[in-house]
DNA sequence: TGCTTGACATGGG
DNA sequence: CCCCATGCCAAGC
């Protein structure tokens, strides 16, 4: 496994409750910031061994993007349990809700 | 080894 | 705001 693999599944492990963060932001984080796709990847395979918050990952917009409906819904409800309120039907207030780790070296 | 696959991101129309 | 093309890169086959 390749060590940015690693960085991002620690990454997500981090994401607090309540909060999200992005595939772009993860990748960047992990040490490419072109990896969006591959933090896809791994939360497709990953999630269940590792106990990854996969409910946490959004897109750069703020939305839901699994494909299913099924998915969405209960992703949804997930977060929404961690008190996240939805604007619209999967969309999310990023400005809210986005965890950003460099909040702890910069502040 | 080489090609395909994504629950993405970004920019242009 | 929606749709499309393109870039990206590790994992699977």
């Known amino acids: ?3 940015f693999t690693l960085n991002v599944i620690k990454i997500i492990q981090s994401i607090p409750r309540g909060k999200v963060m ?3 932001q993860i990748a960047k984080a992990a040490g490419s910031n072109r990896a969006a796709r591959q933090v896809v990847r791994i939360l497709h395979s990953m999630s ?3 106990q990854l918050p996969w409910h946490r990952v959004v897109n750069a917009s703020g939305k839901l993007t699994i494909p299913t409906e099924e998915g969405k819904v209960l992703q949804k409800q997930l977060l929404q349990n ?3 309120v939805f604007e619209k039907d999967d969309q999310l207030s990023l400005k809210r809700y986005m965890y ?4 702890f070296w910069e502040e």
């Open 48 to 50: 269940e061994k590792y």
């Open 22 to 24: 992005t595939y772009g």
């Open 1 to 3: 496994m390749q060590p």
């Open 100 to 103: 950003d780790p460099i909040e």
């Open 82 to 84: 961690e008190g996240i």
